[in-house]
Nanobody
Framework: QVHLVESGGGLVQAGGSLRLSCAAS????????MGWYRQAPGKQRELVAT???????QYADSVKGRFTISRDKAQNTVYLQMNELKPEDTAVYYC????????WGQGTQVTVSS
């Protein structure tokens, strides 16, 4: 079982930056894939970025070149650095861990004003 706690969301103007954090309750290197998803009002939850236990990363086309997923082994934490934010990035962002089962955090709101 994995317990995930997100933090770092907030309100930012377009063009600004935020960094989201996801603290896991056990070693992130024992988790096959960790990632960030987001869900905007009235829309389905979508993948933003993932990172495997081996360090391979994947990004949605809409965030490539602006967002970076990374991890800190000592802190058992995965980060999502978000730069050049746009109003369409506004959503609740969820941390995900895939380790046999799918585990989700509670979500953190990101609001980008124009």
């Amino acid at each position: 079982q994995v317990h995930l706690v997100e933090s770092g969301g907030g309100l930012v103007q377009a063009g600004g930056s935020l960094r989201l954090s996801c603290a896991a309750s056990r070693s992130i290197f024992s988790i096959n894939v960790m990632g960030w998803y987001r869900q905007a009002p009235g829309k389905q939850r979508e993948l933003v970025a993932t990172i495997t236990s081996g360090g391979s990363t994947q990004y949605a086309d809409s965030v490539k070149g602006r967002f970076t997923i990374s991890r800190d082994k000592a802190q058992n934490t995965v980060y999502l650095q978000m730069n050049e934010l746009k109003p369409e990035d506004t959503a609740v962002y969820y941390c995900n861990a895939l380790s046999g089962l799918n585990y989700w955090g509670q979500g953190t709101q990101v609001t980008v004003s124009s």
